[in-house]
């Protein structure tokens, strides 16, 4: 456990690594001035030179870079604007602030959005895909797969839209999604994520449903599972500790990159009901160009999206006593 632990951290810093580097390079690659594009759409000639001076513009690009990485493990100073602390990734000209903050401004907001949908869709789906193969052929069975197909094919913008017009400012039944700190209130944290939770659950429920069907109507026909039956052993028994554990081996592999996709930014969802959080971050900092912000930003998707694979991977060996850790 400790050898696949060291390897996947090492293996998770080198990919960070390079994800930035070719963010930082491409960024230098197009054909524009780097402070102008640092600095944002609308800069002042003395905000202009300030950028180019705490760039080091006047320094080899992997000069720049090693500066920037540096940064995040000792801190930088900014002439001009102070000392950034540990972990600095650079400071904003467009938000006129240290992108770390901003980062962890927004990401509380990210994370409640994320987790509250992953708990609805997770549980949901994992269980209609149970109670569909287990009355496979029947009624049950034809709603879940029809119902399943009808929300794989629609878009998040789309029901989205479609929830807020009747939910929100037709019906009244639902209050305008909106971002309340967890600590402050948690009934106005709850209600105003409702909403977005909610629409995020029917997209993500279908692929869940769909695919514990299949895998588990797959594992019932193995011969492990027809020998438990033929032993005597509880149906229940049967299906949560025989199928059941070999069903979750592909569930929990989509669901680390589903998880580590949304933490990175659910970009159309946050869009669609104006949530503050990393996606709006990472397209406000591609908008404005604003460097800084957007390599935090990749950082942080291309972060969630390894660590969860990392983890995923350790859970293999919980579930499944074959799979040994390397």
Partial sequence: MLRFAVRRTVATAITLVTISAVTFFLFFALPSDPALLACGKVCPPELLALVRRN??????????????????????????LGYCPAPCLGYSFVNRAPVFETIMDRLPVTLSLTIGAAVIFLTFGVATGILAALRQGRPLDKVASVASLVGASVQIYFVGT????????????????SYVPLTENPLGWATGLLLPWVVLAIIFTANYTRMTRSTM????SEDYVRTAR????PARTVI????????????????GVDLGTLIGGA??????????????????????SDL????????????????????????????DPRVRLT
Avoid at 68 to 76: D, E, K, N, P, V
Avoid at 240 to 255: E, M, N, Q, S, V
């Fill in 240 to 255: 949560l500790r025989f199928a059941l554990r070999g069903t979750l081996i592909p569930i929990i592999t989509i669901f």
């Fill in 217 to 220: 109507v797959e594992n019932l």
């Fill in 162 to 177: 479609l929830a807020l017009y009747f939910l929100v400012y037709q019906g009244k039944l639902l209050p305008s999604p």
């Fill in 292 to 319: 800084p912000t957007l390599m935090a930003t990749v950082l942080v998707a291309a972060g969630a999206i390894v660590v969860m694979n990392a983890v995923v991977d350790a859970l293999y060996a919980v579930i």
């Fill in 55 to 80: 760039l080091g513009l006047d320094q080899p690009v992997m000069a720049q870079f090693v500066a920037w990485l540096a940064g995040i493990f000792a801190g930088r100073d900014y002439p001009g």
């Fill in 230 to 233: 033929a032993k005597g052993m």
């Fill in 267 to 288: 970009i159309i969802t946050e869009t669609t009901f104006g949530l503050q959080g990393i996606g709006r971050l990472s397209v406000r900092a591609v908008t404005y």
